[in-house]
């Protein structure tokens, strides 16, 4: 089955610089990648995703790419600011069947110093 | 349009106690699924449905039982508890899974501690 690895576990930058997450997956068959923020005493939301044909996506501050030789994807955050700072789950899927599930990281724990 | 619904949010048992962690959705999803975070390790599946009737196992099932009688209700039943079984559950749900682009709108969690 599909396993997902994620990169680092605990990550701090200084307000204003980048954040950088990295995951990879082992089943080339996987082809939707989706991004969570958890914040404490919540439930992970979804922030941002990618499909397998799109090498790229951007919404505002966050962007996701997507390399699927390497099968390794990344989650980036500009400009960070105070409210970023959260645990972040990626997740890879095989699409598009009744069996198909979402395989979750280990989280990342981001923290933006001020 | 509450989205997904866990209750309770807290629990205690104690170990052997059986108890059933609610789940529900006002969102008419066909797909809904539980999870368990522990410290660590993410988010790891342990159950999820596509629809009224069907349910599967996920990678941590043992332990555990579910039923999808309606679209709306998922729960989770725990028939024997263990310590092991500490932890943080989350209920989430989609769309038809043909619809994954929408992704998962998950619940605020119930934390469960078996002593």
């Known amino acids: 089955g599909e396993n997902v690895e994620q990169h680092p576990s605990t990550l701090s930058v200084q307000e204003g610089d980048s954040a950088v997450i990295k995951c990879t997956y082992s089943?080339?068959?996987?082809?939707?990648f989706p991004w969570y923020k958890q914040e404490l005493g919540k439930g992970p939301q979804l922030i941002i995703d990618?499909?397998?044909?799109?090498g790229e996506k951007k919404d505002q501050r966050i962007a996701v790419t997507l390399n699927k030789t390497a099968k390794h994807f990344s989650l980036h955050i500009t400009e960070t600011q105070p409210e970023d700072s959260a645990v972040y789950f990626c997740a890879a899927s095989i699409g598009y069947s009744s069996a198909s599930k979402i395989i979750f990281g280990s989280g990342t724990r981001l923290s933006i110093r001020p | 349009n509450a989205g997904v619904t866990q209750t309770p949010k807290f629990q205690v048992l104690k170990t052997g106690q059986s108890m059933t962690l609610q789940c529900a959705q006002d969102?008419?999803?066909?797909?809904m699924s539980w999870y368990r975070q522990d410290p660590g390790m993410g988010l790891r599946l342990i159950h999820y449905s596509v629809g009224a009737g069907i349910t599967d196992q996920g990678e941590v099932p043992n332990g555990y039982n579910v039923s999808r009688s309606t679209t709306e209700d998922f729960p989770l039943r725990l028939l024997s508890a263990a310590p092991s079984q500490t932890s943080v559950y989350f209920c989430?749900?989609?769309?038809?899974?043909?619809?994954?682009?929408?992704?998962?709108?998950f619940g605020s969690g119930t934390r469960l501690t078996v002593v």
């Open positions: 089943d080339s068959a996987s082809n939707y």
């Open positions: 989430a749900s989609s769309p038809a899974p043909t619809r994954q682009a929408d992704g998962y709108t």
């Open positions: 990618i499909r397998s044909n799109v």
């Open positions: 969102m008419n999803h066909e797909y």
